[in-house]
Nanobody, 123 residues
Framework: VQLQASGGGWVQAGEALRLSCAVS????????IAWFRQAPGKERQFVAG????????YHADALKARFTISRDNTKNTVDLQLNMLKPEDTAVYYC?????????????????WGQGTLVTVSS
């Protein structure tokens, strides 16, 4: 499994960004592809996940009003739309893959990780 995140950048508060995770799965089966984020000095935080078979999604409660995960099967990507960004959203955003199709929310359940993409939101 290979993952590559892109789309981060510097924006002002209130603006939007769209992150993309290019996914390469070498084996069959159901996976959860998720986005996590990690701000300096803080633990890695679950943002949203989507299953590869049914496209079922789960978003962190605190973020679901502004962030949306989706998949593009033609491009083999899992995208994260970030709307109404706030300075506290500043973090490195990672995409990750788990062989569990149950949408786990803890980092330890994810074996494969992309390199991360930095999102910086200024006030």
């Amino acid at each position: 499994v290979q993952l590559q995140a892109s789309g981060g950048g510097w924006v002002q508060a209130g603006e939007a960004l769209r992150l993309s995770c290019a996914v390469s799965l070498r084996s069959f089966g159901t996976y959860t592809i998720a986005w996590f984020r990690q701000a300096p000095g803080k633990e890695r935080q679950f943002v949203a996940g989507i299953t590869t078979n049914t496209g079922r999604t789960y978003h962190a409660d605190a973020l679901k009003a502004r962030f949306t995960i989706s998949r593009d099967n033609t491009k083999n990507t899992v995208d994260l739309q970030l709307n109404m960004l706030k300075p506290e959203d500043t973090a490195v955003y990672y995409c990750a893959a788990s062989s569990s199709g149950l949408l786990p929310t803890i980092p330890e359940r994810y074996r494969y990780w992309g390199q991360g993409t930095l999102v910086t939101v200024s006030s």
